[in-house]
């Protein structure tokens, strides 16, 4: 298998764009999470889905963030406005159903907003 | 609610030194643990986990970890450490049959001096 895949790799904007971040997860795996990773908070679940419904949002910073997924091969995390402090990598994890929990991470979003 | 405290941010060892990354978490249940890695520049990688079967647990690149219930510990070991060891290290925790998400702690990142 591919493992998670994530787009872009890289993405550099200015303040106020909107930036659509882009994940597949793993064939049959059921559930998805968006994290967000800086030096100052560290890693943050921002929201996570169960057969492509989000089950808990409460770690999404504003309504600036949004989520959704589909259906089971694709999300997007998109924000809009964009703002600097917004620079962070950002990650998608899957897990499968009824499985020990483990989370299979891709290689991350750099974003980065000036 | 479930927690997981990683004791010391950074931890210095000389090449060939044991490894010692501490772990504790808070559950009334035993829980579901994961010891992740993370390399520059890259996602986490799963690298051992505890799912209630055997409490010595052997993972990926001569780590272990050892679940101390009276303890509530998860504290990960390597016996002779090698430079590629080098890295951010994570302990996280779930709740079966609550949800599915995992808890992260705040990271350890570990150096290997030649």
């Known amino acids: 298998d591919a493992g998670v895949i994530q787009s872009p790799r890289h993405e550099v904007t200015e303040m106020g764009q909107e930036v659509t971040l882009r994940c597949k997860p793993i064939s049959g795996h059921n559930s998805l999470f968006w994290y967000r990773q800086t030096m100052m908070r560290g890693l943050e679940l921002l929201i996570y889905?169960?057969?492509?419904?989000?089950?808990?949002d409460s770690g999404m910073p504003e309504d600036r963030f949004s989520a959704k997924m589909p259906n089971a091969s694709f999300s997007t995390l998109k924000i809009q406005p964009s703002e600097p402090r917004d620079s962070a990598v950002y990650f998608c994890?899957?897990?499968?159903?009824?499985?020990?929990?483990?989370?299979?991470f891709g290689p991350g979003t750099r974003l980065t907003v000036t | 609610a479930q927690s997981v405290t990683q004791l010391g941010s950074h931890v210095s060892v000389s090449e060939g030194a044991l490894v010692l990354l501490r772990c504790n978490y808070s559950?009334?249940?035993?829980?579901?643990l994961f010891w992740y890695v993370q390399y520059p520049n890259q996602g986490l990688q799963l690298l051992l986990k505890?799912?209630?079967?055997?409490?010595l647990v052997k993972g990926i690149n001569g780590f272990e970890a050892e679940f101390k219930k009276s303890e509530t510990s998860f504290h990960l070991t390597k016996p002779s450490a090698h430079m590629s060891d080098a890295a951010e290290y994570f302990c996280?925790?779930?709740?079966?049959?609550?949800?599915?998400?995992?808890?992260f702690g705040t990271g350890t990142l570990l150096a290997v001096q030649p």
């Open positions: 889905f169960n057969n492509n419904v989000p089950i808990d």
């Open positions: 559950s009334s249940v035993p829980p579901y």
């Open positions: 505890y799912t209630s079967a055997a409490t």
């Open positions: 996280a925790v779930s709740d079966p049959g609550v949800s599915n998400k995992l808890i």
């Open positions: 994890a899957s897990s499968l159903p009824g499985a020990s929990y483990e989370q299979y």
